[in-house]
């Protein structure tokens, strides 16, 4: 545990820097190699599990989502809540990776294998968490829809905070109180009560920074943080679920006392899309 607060405190300070402060480049160029090192360790428990995958063509399309973001937020019609390019590439990528792959592949009793877990790792790793990006440099409609609920720069600090929060909490009252097991099959020491106390506490964060922000729509903040608290428990779970089927506990031994890069992400992964498809709901509905 000690080693698990110190690795935490450690890594705190520069995560928030990027989250709040960062120039647009460092960012990115933080996000690329977050985005890449966590579809390796994907690769590594796909690999463990006996499934062979494709992973340049993975690595390649990856990197290639979050600069297809990166792109909506400079190059595309910044009053819409969704730009083009991430749109085409993720069009494109199926049949284009499916079609290359038919020449790669050496064995075609292998191709439905590779070419499902390089498309999976694709969709699972660059595509969810390259939605990171919007959230960081949003475009006008982002922005306005976010406006009564949070200051438009401070969305991802949202998204950390309250999943950071949920974390914690969850850890705290499962530890204290947790005696139902939530999915053993899964993870086996996640208990309903955890479940619960995470889910208020990552409440509780988000009402603490409405308080902060002097937010004039306290409802949709709250709905915002169950929403991503919620999302943010699923992502743990399917993360878990992933280490498990290669008989893991984590996904690699990267960060002392958190296990690897993927076991960091793995709420982001479900949340940032989740949050930022609210965010859109939200301005269309107020259209």
């Given at each position: 545990?000690?080693?698990?607060?110190?690795?935490?405190?450690?890594?705190?300070?520069?995560?928030?820097?990027?989250?709040?402060?960062?120039?647009?480049?460092?960012?990115?160029a933080?996000?690329?190699?977050?985005?890449?090192?966590?579809?390796?360790?994907?690769?590594?428990?796909?690999?463990?599990?006996?499934?062979?995958?494709?992973?340049?063509?993975?690595?390649?399309?990856?990197?290639?989502?979050?600069?297809?973001?990166?792109?909506?937020?400079?190059?595309?019609?910044?009053?819409?809540?969704?730009?083009?390019?991430?749109?085409?590439?993720?069009?494109?990528?199926?049949?284009?990776?499916l079609?290359?792959?038919?020449?790669?592949?050496?064995?075609?009793?292998?191709?439905?294998?590779?070419?499902?877990?390089?498309?999976?790792g694709?969709?699972?790793?660059?595509?969810?968490?390259?939605?990171?990006?919007?959230?960081?440099?949003?475009?006008?409609?982002?922005?306005?829809?976010?406006?009564?609920?949070?200051p438009?720069?401070?969305?991802?600090?949202?998204?950390?905070?309250?999943?950071?929060?949920?974390?914690?909490?969850?850890?705290?009252?499962?530890?204290?109180?947790?005696?139902?097991?939530?999915?053993?099959r899964?993870?086996?020491?996640?208990?309903?009560?955890?479940?619960?106390?995470?889910?208020?506490?990552?409440?509780?964060?988000?009402?603490?920074?409405?308080?902060?922000?002097?937010?004039?729509?306290?409802?949709?903040?709250?709905?915002?943080?169950?929403?991503?608290?919620?999302?943010?428990?699923?992502?743990?779970?399917?993360?878990?679920?992933?280490?498990?089927?290669?008989?893991?506990?984590?996904?690699?031994?990267?960060?002392?006392?958190?296990?690897?890069?993927?076991?960091?992400?793995?709420?982001?992964?479900?949340?940032?899309?989740?949050?930022?498809?609210?965010l859109?709901?939200?301005?269309?509905?107020?259209?």
């Amino acid at each position: 545990m000690r080693l698990r607060v110190v690795t935490a405190l450690v890594l705190m300070p520069p995560v928030l820097y990027l989250v709040l402060w960062a120039p647009e480049w460092l960012f990115m160029a933080a996000l690329l190699v977050v985005v890449l090192r966590t579809a390796f360790e994907y690769f590594e428990i796909s690999r463990t599990c006996g499934l062979g995958a494709f992973r340049w063509l993975g690595y390649a399309v990856c990197a290639a989502l979050c600069l297809a973001q990166w792109a909506d937020v400079h190059w595309f019609n910044q009053s819409a809540p969704s730009g083009s390019a991430i749109l085409i590439l993720a069009s494109l990528t199926i049949p284009l990776a499916l079609t290359i792959l038919l020449v790669w592949t050496r064995d075609l009793h292998d191709y439905l294998g590779a070419a499902s877990i390089t498309l999976f790792g694709i969709f699972y790793v660059g595509l969810l968490l390259s939605w990171l990006v919007p959230l960081r440099f949003p475009n006008v409609a982002i922005a306005q829809a976010a406006a009564p609920v949070m200051p438009p720069g401070q969305i991802l600090l949202f998204l950390f905070l309250v999943n950071w929060a949920g974390d914690i909490f969850a850890y705290l009252v499962g530890k204290g109180i947790g005696r139902v097991l939530l999915f053993p099959r899964i993870s086996p020491k996640k208990t309903l009560e955890g479940s619960l106390g995470g889910l208020a506490g990552s409440l509780l964060v988000a009402w603490a920074l409405t308080r902060w922000w002097k937010t004039s729509d306290l409802k949709t903040a709250m709905l915002l943080a169950g929403l991503v608290a919620i999302a943010g428990q699923a992502g743990d779970l399917v993360e878990s679920a992933l280490n498990r089927s290669a008989d893991r506990k984590d996904s690699a031994s990267l960060l002392p006392g958190h296990g690897g890069l993927l076991d960091r992400v793995d709420s982001l992964i479900l949340s940032a899309p989740v949050l930022w498809a609210a965010l859109v709901v939200k301005g269309l509905l107020a259209r």
